[in-house]
Structures are given as structure tokens and as C-alpha cells.
């Protein structure tokens, strides 16, 4: 079997952890492993499948004097804008987990579960986008959906764990909640999120646009009409929950015909990467804590609207760090793989 020489850019980063770990456990065939980072972490260590690798700091030469077939970005767009160039110029393909390219209409935005086909569309630049991670587990729904239904609109609230402010937004959650036990909560600054997130929610996730929705809504708009080629009417509410890891999201549907929940569900349960967790009576359906170091998409609460036979609603939960940026890259790489 061919294996492959990996870089990872940003290893020492939650997302670069997670890329190591999934692809030892989905058997990626690795050759070498050059692990990747700023000044400040170079010379730190990294283990994949019992061996210890030196992280190198990134620079515009890294490329040149490295032999390197896939490239996975996940240290920051500014990062990949300077420096995924180089990688693509040596001959590597760049996975990229930031949000930088995603949109350029050259570059493909691949969630392998919906448009695994988007991928030979790297020969144009060199580079494949990962989506933002709450599209991807909504996007690995609704493509079925649509497939077997259409899809009209979707109206979408996420609750999105303080994972997805990467490691300084786990360790401020921990760190409020720590003060809360020690009675000093008033003494918690917030540094990575707009406000205290520990016993608290916030309706702000990145900057406001001027239509009033934020950037990380209009991702998820602008994303997933690109990754499903359809031009989808969506709506999306993004809110940032004291949660560790995990992200969860109810999605209203509405749909061109009438839609039982039942069929719904049944199209569900044959989805990639999709496990259904639907048995309310029972107090059974997806949470974060049921998601989290996993590598599918839980859905359930699927149930019609009271008031309109064409439309559903649901719940999901997916783990941000697998799902929505690192299983998601690796599957991308697996797909390119299999073709080079």
C-alpha cells in the first residue's frame, strides 16, 4: 500500500491534536510526519501511533526542504493565506480547516458524506476547504433530506461548545467554572468569548455583519449552499453554550412536499456518518455528552410541525473538534488518497 508523508500545520492546536489521533485510528496510511507550528511551539513534541516527532517551525521554505503529499492547515486563516501557497507549490495538496478559502469559487468544500465527488476539483488550486463545523453536521442531514424530499428552507439555532474557540476557549470555560466553586465568578474576565461564558449563553459567535447576523451565520448559509449546489433559503442563529466539547443545533425543515417524521427518520438511519438516538418516551436522544470523542453526527427529537405537513424539525449533536474539523479533513484525505 502507497503511503503518504503528512505535514499538519498547527499540531500542537486542538484541531492538529485531533488530526494525529484520527488518522491512527482510521488507518491512514502515513509515512512521514512532519508536525508543524509557530516559533513559540517549535521544539514541543507530538505522538502519533507510539512515536515522538519534534514539531518545526513553518516557514516559506518548510516545503521546499520537506517532501510533503498532504498539507493539513489548522493553525488560523492568516496562516494558510501566507503559507498554504508554498505547500501547493511543492506538489502537495492542502487541506485547509480554516475559513480562507472556503468560498473562493475554485476551491472545492468538501463534506465527504454530501459532495465526495468536489474533491478532483483540487487540481485547480491545490487546496480543498474544510467547511465551518456547525455546517458540516447540519449539511451531513440535510443532504439526504433534500435528496429524498427537496428542501426549501432551514431555520437553525446552534448551542456550540466552547470547543470551537479551540483550547484557550476550553480552558476559559474551565477556569470560570472553577471560580464559580470557589465563590469568585465575579473575578472572571473574559478573554476568548464577548462575555462569561460559565452559567451563561451568548448570541454572539465572531463578528457582526451589517445585516445584524454574524459572520459565523452567514458560514453556515453560504456553505452549505456551495457544498449542496443548491440555493437553500436559510436562516441561522449561532450561540455559544457552557459546554465543553460538542456542538448541538435545532433545525426547522421545510420541505416541498408533505413529509411523515417516520420516512424522515427512516432516510436517517441509511445516512453516512449519521446515527439516530430518537426515542423521547424514553428519554433518548443526542447530547453533547453522547457525541463528544465520537465521529458521527447524532440526530433525533425528529418530529412534524403541528401546524404544516412540509415541514420537520430536529436536534443534533456532533463533537466540533472530530466532526466539524479534524475526522472531516481526514476523510477528505482519504478520498484524495484513493484517486492519487
Not at 106 to 124: A, G, I, R, Y
Not at 216 to 245: D, F, G, Y
Not at 256 to 272: F, G, H, M, W
Amino acid at each position: 500500500m502507497k503511503k503518504y508523508s503528512v505535514a499538519v500545520v498547527g499540531a500542537t492546536g486542538a484541531v492538529g491534536e485531533e488530526i494525529f489521533r484520527v488518522l491512527e485510528e482510521l488507518d491512514f496510511p502515513v509515512g512521514d510526519v512532519l508536525p508543524l507550528g509557530s516559533a513559540r511551539s517549535a521544539g514541543s513534541e507530538i505522538e502519533f501511533k507510539g512515536k515522538k516527532y519534534k514539531v518545526k517551525e513553518l516557514s516559506e521554505s518548510t516545503f521546499s526542504e520537506h517532501e510533503v503529499d498532504i498539507a493539513f492547515f489548522s493553525a488560523g486563516g492568516s496562516v494558510s493565506e501566507k503559507y498554504a501557497k508554498f505547500a501547493c507549490e511543492s506538489g502537495a495538496v492542502v487541506i485547509d480547516n480554516t475559513s480562507h478559502f472556503r468560498m473562493q469559487p475554485d476551491v472545492p468544500l468538501v463534506v465527504p458524506e454530501c459532495n465526495p465527488d468536489d474533491v478532483k476539483e483540487w487540481k485547480n488550486t491545490g487546496i480543498i476547504a474544510n467547511p465551518n463545523c456547525s455546517t458540516i453536521q447540519m449539511v451531513q442531514l440535510l443532504k439526504p433530506l433534500n435528496d429524498a424530499f427537496g428542501i426549501k428552507r432551514v431555520d437553525v439555532s446552534t448551542y456550540q461548545a466552547a470547543s470551537g474557540a479551540g483550547k484557550e476557549g476550553m480552558e476559559e470555560l474551565v477556569y470560570q467554572m472553577q471560580k464559580f466553586f470557589e465563590f469568585k465568578l465575579d473575578e472572571c474576565e473574559p478573554k476568548v468569548f464577548a462575555h462569561r461564558l460559565a452559567l451563561n449563553v451568548i448570541p454572539h459567535i465572531d463578528v457582526f455583519l451589517d445585516n445584524d447576523y454574524t459572520k459565523e451565520e452567514m458560514k453556515m448559509v453560504n456553505e452549505t449552499q456551495k457544498i449542496l449546489h443548491k440555493k437553500i433559503e436559510i436562516s441561522a442563529t449561532c450561540v455559544r453554550v457552557p459546554v465543553l466539547r460538542s456542538h448541538s443545533e435545532a433545525i426547522t425543515i421545510h420541505f416541498e412536499r408533505e413529509v411523515d417524521a417516520r420516512a424522515a427518520r427512516e432516510v436517517l438511519s441509511k445516512a453516512l456518518s449519521v446515527v439516530v438516538i430518537d426515542e423521547p418516551s424514553k428519554k433518548l436522544y443526542p447530547m453533547p455528552s453522547i457525541s463528544s470523542d465520537t465521529n458521527e453526527t447524532y440526530v433525533g427529537r425528529i418530529r412534524s410541525d403541528n401546524f404544516d405537513k412540509k415541514i420537520l424539525h430536529l436536534w443534533c449533536c456532533a463533537d466540533q473538534i472530530r466532526v466539524g474539523a479534524a475526522t472531516n479533513a481526514v476523510r477528505i484525505a482519504q478520498i484524495w488518497a484513493q484517486e492519487n
